[in-house]
């Protein structure tokens, strides 16, 4: 059975260094990807093709960081039934909340999924709940990464309970 | 096959005239679903019992729509590997700004799939985006659905094109 | 000579009702122009296709209208080497910040001209000052528009000053 | 009689360094704490097994802090009838906001306690001032806090009042 | 032994049909109260006397509601070491933004304990809850209340289960 | 000697209704006015002379109220050395934050004494507290007014007392 | 003749920094002025005792620096007819956002004069525009200051004009 | 024939470093330009007389930068028909807010032309934009650029897309 493919697709290559968080979680998940930029407003030809042909590549999730007025993962959303998942980026004098309004609200029928402001992580690793409903090893990972937070959470405590108590 | 199966879960009985824009969506588009009211902080224990058991009850995305304080989806991901829809309500009065907020800004590893405020029938075609890597009738009625929505849009065309050009 | 020529793109027909402002603006300063409808998500062919085809069909100028993830007048410009005035719509929960910050904030390379929230009017004015520095005709109809508002002032300044003094 | 105790629970360890001000205080009223991590999402189990027994092992109020989507306050309150206290931290992209408004905005029912930004100290004087309705040796302390800060600022006045007055 | 008692202040009489909320709230629980209108700017003496005297009178928490540049809560908190709870109301061009700001931000060493906008009734908990650390019987209602609404929530579950199902 | 007198200039007569405001509480304390509408925007010269003539003829204070991107204000300020004092107006789509961002935020050099937004009646009494400095009648007039506002909610007061209390 | 004499106060000793130059802009223009720190919440009875007093030591504007929940120039307005000027501090997370609300959105009754963000200088010039409907040589310091501002900004002319333009 | 001609204004010569980005455009596509400052308020005159003379001393378009209360563009807007471009700076400490709606939120009658924050060189383009409506040789720059800037990013593709795939 072929591994599940996601396309992650930048603004610009100043994102890479946040955006490849999500490329990261899908290596450890073992979910291939496909990274490109490709900006919906400097290179709309090349936009529209990746997302005209992303299903029939085998692609099955799209993740896609912009800022500012972050076009990009609407416009992928508008050319393709796949789902997208949008990571606001924070450049800008604005914070990120630029992009995260220019990201969330769609107009009704193309809808994308938005994660938090830089949270290329959580971007990877929706893209893996996404692929859990088909891919029985990629919930099995999800589930050890879940145990796994939870666990190193439970280190910190013994050094947070003792602090200040003498 | 067994049908595709989305659990919808509202915080407010208050939401159900928005919130069932998706159940409808999910209708169309020959999509089971359970839909209930399950504040996570009314109620908080069943909220929890829902998010454990889902993915064993055979949903395979969660919908969860609240509004101010929003907490509803983040809690339920907080138990669950699903992909978990978050909707923002625009009740209160701030308009959604703080359920956009308590929705979407989750910590590092536990991601919402924020949609629009409101945005209840984007959440449904966001979850059957979803279904669509899986199932392949889901994916045809949404390159319908796609469609029709262009098709709408063209019809309206002439009537603008003549307006005020006498 | 040919008359100027503009084209007016709005992403819903809800909007046509503020938009018109702008047509009958250009309308009483003699410019001719096309109003159609054409959503950047919901129609993304039809709407590339006019923004490449703009020049060359002999428009100079295109104003684009769209409300909350309002990205229209962005992938419009990214298309064309046209002036591209955006109009942010105020629809939607969060009153046109949503739509504002979507247009305003483009990317260095491809700029759009942004005009006030709802600001149809102000969007047709702004095309025939672009106008004006071609066709002479354009800028005496603004020289006039700019004296009887000026005029108009005038009138209610008498009723001001009395209001009150008795 | 027992010495009054409060229960303070972070989100993060890397909340440590603000929240340890709240600790401070009441050590300094002769309160005493447990200082935990819990993140209401990370940690979910371990969060409402506090909140549960909160009452039974003699705490009297609960401090939480949390930054972005900061769910833990709420989460606790929903599990317990004591006075919970939240903290927003001022991490992330938004300096706050997004937390003031996700522990502020509870709904009907479920009421946290919502300090300043960042205002630990606060969030630890404002558990005494609860405790004093009940301990006389809680109400003493507050009583000498309050003159020492006057007091405080009386003695930086001279040096202001004679500043650039030459 | 003396019935616990909270005072309720407002700063204009506009206030009262959210404010009374609180009031209904603490008579629900058996807690007396004395509710009156003091504007921390407009009758500043007279808010200055509640507060200094509010302890030695027999009030054991404060519940302070204000809109615009909302002084009135942090005013009384300035004078008293009793918990003072603020709420922030919405009236003014701005939805009460200006309020919570206003009560929330306190500076280090007064706090106020700020529920959200037009939360009145959350504010009639929030005391009682604080009253509960003293006062058995407040915390039996309080523990009563709590069922009562995840029971409210149980009912609705039924009628929504059902709906769009057929 | 003579009486006293204020310039107020509003943008718009749209603005009239809430302006006036102002003139009533400036004509109850004695003070002479001139009303009028002159438009930073669309009648530029009249409000540069307007301001530059003002001290020459016996003005002593300038109100002036504008909405949106609000100008008027500034630009009086830019050409007088006399106290202005803006009133943002809550007209548009942003509630009159554009308005308050607009006037208040002025380079160094060139302040706007600023009040709430729509707040008129302040104005009225800013503008009567700055020539209290120097007209005995009018520090008279504003004394009795603040004695007035105490005893109007301290009728108030009674009935708020009794309220709920059977 | 006596000179006119300014009250500054400040809410922390940190603004100092910037408040003085409020005060370095009245020595300038040969306006006395007494500056001390008076927190509305850390030093209340002090802070009334100034406001109540101010008047009648000869004091003809008071100027009130403070951040955050910025209750200072409130307080002041409370208690005197005097114009109160207020400056809203960055200082906090919120960059005084939450003070500029918290000084600028005063209730009917009790205006505030409130000046940008930091700008002390501005409150010192505003103080003096002020003082100049009664004080003539402050009149001509102000026009003595607007020319050199004029001048200033002609100076640097020269070098930018020939910037890039070779 | 002539060659096209810019007029380029900032508020301040602390705009300069970002301001020449615009200019250096125009240099680049061959346009000539004078670039000065002149600010609305503390230069007011100045700043009428370039708005009123642009036109005929050959300017063609007009591109203002100003921050916080930005009024620059907007003044030169109401005293001339030419299309007039707003930047908004990010200086002070609002990050450019309200330098974006002082600028964007212009009356019915007076549109400003306004780009993103800082967005210099997009003035630039802008400005270029609506010259190449006149000028084929910049319309010819303009498409140059264009297709330099799709380049750019095709060349940082490969790059990318062979990141962290071993």
Do not use: W
């Amino acid at each position: 059975m072929a591994k599940p493919k996601v396309l992650i697709l930048m603004g610009s290559d100043s994102d890479l260094k946040t955006v490849e968080e999500a490329a990261k979680f899908l290596k450890e998940a073992g979910v291939d990807f496909t990274m490109d930029i490709s900006s919906a407003h400097r290179n709309p030809e090349k936009t529209v093709e990746y997302a005209k042909k992303a299903r029939e590549e085998g692609f099955e999730v799209i993740i896609a960081a912009a800022g500012m007025a972050a076009h990009l993962p609407g416009v992928l959303a508008s050319h393709t039934t796949l789902p997208v998942i949008g990571i606001p980026m924070s450049g800008g004098a604005l914070g990120g909340v630029d992009a995260v309004l220019s990201i969330l609200q769609m107009p009704k029928g193309i809808p994308v999924a938005t994660v938090g402001i830089d949270a290329a992580r959580n971007a990877g690793i929706l893209a893996c709940q996404i692929l859990s409903i088909k891919y029985e090893e990629v919930r099995i990972k999800l589930e050890g990464m879940k145990a796994s937070i939870r666990k190193e959470n439970d280190e910190k405590s013994a050094r947070i309970r003792n602090y200040l108590q003498d």
